[in-house]
């Protein structure tokens, strides 16, 4: 399986950051090359004094969900990626637009970050489908 696993990260909730961590990890350990674009409220949540942070869950989680995220004790999303990164080949990169909107520097981002890019250039590494989140 040589398709690069291209991922589109949107959303900037802890549930939906867990699901792109674990996917990544997955694809990583399975020999894929992956490529993650950050972009608005994703890109929030990796900067360097947020990260941890509580991000909460997407809404269509409800009260039961918000229960089940916070009785959790898995790895955080941020764990989960760093580990993704060491298995395998896994790029990830702001969105030249988001940092713009949000006037950010690299500096301002978690390491995880490798660099930025604009969606042109992502789209130059894309040899399959692009997954959303």
């Known amino acids: 399986m ?14 939906k950051l867990n699901a792109a961590a674990v996917l990544t990890a997955g694809a990583a350990a399975m020999g894929r090359k992956v490529n993650v674009l950050l972009q608005y409220w994703a890109l929030d949540a990796f900067r ?44 990830i990169r702001a969105c030249s637009l988001s940092m713009e909107m949000f006037g950010l520097r690299m500096e301002d981002l978690d390491p995880l970050v490798d660099g930025q890019e604009g969606v042109a250039a992502f789209f130059v590494d894309v040899d399959g489908p692009v997954t959303f989140i």
């Open 2 to 15: 040589d398709e690069t696993f291209s991922l589109v990260l949107f959303s900037g909730t802890d549930d």
């Open 48 to 91: 360097a004094d947020r990260i941890h942070k509580d991000h909460g869950v997407a809404p269509e989680a409800g009260q039961e969900g918000i229960e089940l995220v916070q009785r959790h004790n898995g790895q955080h999303w941020s764990e989960i990626f760093r580990q993704a990164k060491e298995i395998g080949e896994v790029t």
